[in-house]
């Protein structure tokens, strides 16, 4: 049985403290760098961008993890993505997690470094080098909205989670803290998150963790675009003294379901957040022929500019939720395929149902809904999966199209 | 060496007849019914839409086909798309079909169906069954126009072209017309293109005309979206009296240029049509590893929601041009990639070019053209390929939300 914190997040979990300064990266002064560090060295597992134009920070996280899979902190800035800046920006890198790393007196590719913000410029390391030491004082165990406000680019709102498991063994939590798309020119989406856990996790456990990223960061779409920093870290430092393996398999559930809704609820806020974003869709294919071939329908759709114009329109448009769908290249049967707006059936064997005016109204006053959700079943297997998307509106142009250099 | 014909078009090729007439499908009251007619029974190349859903008319085609690689007519009509209209819907293509046979005393499937707009309502065959005689009536020899604006759904300008090459056997002509993108509610983007000639054409030349596909209508794109009827067919009448293999090498090289240049002259013509298009940009990939890799490269960039909204920002963002390149999939080396945009030099080996102010004005200039080059250029390879697309405007926005049922 798990219960949701109120303001939980990253320093939720037992043995993890945070702090977020304003280093003066940033020209708006907000804050723009943050540490996340546990008591103990975690458990570490993480996922990076699959971009082939991978940032500074994402190359020396990878290398610095392939020795071992733990990790003691992690030193974050927003306002540069320290991308396309070269060997410099590599030694950048390399210099903030040192640093990092002496004045928390901590072994060697002990720190791990993010970096989101303004691509193509070299990091300001002196303001890098003065952050550091005031972050280091200033940790504290209540940081998780410092945390996670000093992490953010142009989001509006802050991106922070926490559950509680209680079990035979004890209390488990589970933190959470991101943020998603923000585009100041020439800067890119770019996501970033963290989750910590005071639950000690096996190394086979990465599995799990890649899983509950494909159906939750990797099951997000705001424009269908990946960014040369996108990554996900998750600490685990087993300071509430029990082990995964110590659970019992219903509690082992419990606890998968828990990080499920952590990484779903952080996710969900990315589109919320996303550019210009009215509405938050989810897109859900069921009766698929497997979970990826539906999970890969469901993003399809999520990324078609018609689909979201016609979200932001408001218009109950199934022409173009099917013809997308057709054009996904996963396998459906028009003839066999239904389609729902919210519990309103609208497509019946790939025929449009003849609604009467009471269906009518329950149908457009779905679709004029902040969040539904958008079923498609197609007939043809047992599997579903769900993607989550925004509408497609003026705001999203006028921000990206409107900083011009 | 050819030339092109001032207002060419279908019946440029000698043998090609065509007209054009209002049969009351569209409430507009604009032409929505087209015949294209060949005095010879011609060799008959067809492309249809990947979409796993499609219209009545290309399920009947494509059976049509199976049967014989000769067509003599194709009957078009466009503000109805027969699409999810199950087996009522085939039989109404199919009625068409054989209608236009009776009509001009041809034998069984000489006859090809092609239809554009609404989706999920009936074909009015009423107006369709009193539609096709006066089509058959009005066909004359200079119907190019008629016939190119007849098939329009909301595109905004006729596109039809056509090309004259003079050999040592004679003269032997290409023409063509498209229709593009056109969004009624519940309707999609389609592609109808009609491509003629009076050159006799082996049957392996099918191969050709599938490579100048994929290099003019699958190297544009709009917003990415496969529609249910997009369809493209070619005609080959051999009324020039002139065979393919007897045109010398470089007599078939040049017809091969010709072909692609009209091909390439409509697939242009639909993205400057585009949905609120302001700009018609080529993407250019060079120093790729295959033809296949830069196409697929320069098609991902162009439905890049990030990198169309720059455009008609006229913001030079090469950010968004390299994160994206770098997430299609294709192999690349950022350190080893150079981007330009028009002649300016921005990325040299993955990192920013210092430009001075000369050189930074340049490229502002670039970026406001009504249309111009991005390439980027790999260096890992020595193939190249371009895909078209157009800008992300308030205007797409607009006529893709504003409809609302």
Known sequence: MYTVLEKGGVCSPKGFTA????AGIKASGNADMALLKSEKAARCFAVFTTNKVKAAPVLYDKA??????FASAVIVNSGNANACTGEKGYADAERMAVLTEEALKLTPKSVLVCSTGVIGHLMPMDKIEAG?????????????????RAIL????ALKSHAVEIKTEKGVVTIGGACKGSGMIHP??????????????LPIDFFAEFRANIADSFNAITVDGDTSTNDTCIMLANGMSGIKYEDLSLSEQGEFRAALTLVMQSLAKDIVRDGEGATKLIELRIEKAESHEEALRMARFIGTSN????????EDPNWGRILSSAG????NMVAEHTDLYFGEVKVLEGGRPVQLDEKQTAALHAVVRQREYKVTLVLNIGQASASAFTCDLS????KINAEYTT
């Open 132 to 148: 550091i030491p005031k972050l280091v004082e200033k940790l504290h165990e209540d940081a998780s909205e410092e945390f996670g």
């Open 187 to 200: 800067n890119m989406a770019t996501m970033l998150a963290f989750i910590t856990t005071d639950l000690a």
């Open 64 to 69: 610095a993890l392939e020795h071992a899979h």
């Open 394 to 397: 003026y705001g999203y142009v």
């Open 327 to 330: 054009s996904s290249g996963c």
């Open 153 to 156: 680019t142009t989001d509006l």
């Open 19 to 22: 702090s977020g300064i304003c």
């Open 306 to 313: 018609l689909a979201k114009c016609a979200m932001f329109g």
